[in-house]
Nanobody, 126 residues
Framework: QVQLVESGGGLVQAGGSLRLSCAASGLTFSRYHMGWFRQAPGKEREFVAA????????YYTDSAKGRFTVSRDNAKNTVYLQMNSLKPEDTAVYYC???????????????????WGQGTQVTVSS
């Protein structure tokens, strides 16, 4: 029933930009906080960015600050991750996730999210 579908990944050179999208269906999108995570082969899933249900608060991992911007359009049931100045260490599968807004938003913890997308590959070459 619930689907989160990421898109927008691809291969870019270092210094380039990508905008990831996550389209949600089967849930009341405005009732969910949204997060972005990434996972490289052999590594744990890592928090990247998050945004509260109404977009009033955003959160970023240190390596993303100043380069990435998370936003959402509740009318379109979509959350975005604009990634600028990409670096090879950004290479990973990127996932979006949804957390019910009435819960405590422990945004860095993957286990706190209710639903996950299938991921989209981002590869940054040097």
């Amino acid at each position: 029933q619930v689907q989160l579908v990421e898109s927008g990944g691809g291969l870019v050179q270092a210094g380039g930009s990508l905008r990831l999208s996550c389209a949600a269906s089967g849930l009341t999108f405005s009732r969910y906080h949204m997060g972005w995570f990434r996972q490289a082969p052999g590594k744990e899933r890592e928090f990247v960015a998050a945004i509260t249900w109404n977009g009033t608060n955003t959160y970023y991992t240190d390596s993303a600050k100043g380069r990435f911007t998370v936003s959402r359009d509740n009318a379109k049931n979509t959350v975005y991750l604009q990634m600028n100045s990409l670096k090879p260490e950004d290479t990973a599968v990127y996932y979006c996730a949804a957390d019910w807004w009435r819960s405590v938003f422990d945004y860095v913890n993957p286990g706190s999210y209710n639903f996950w997308g299938q991921g989209t590959q981002v590869t940054v070459s040097s």
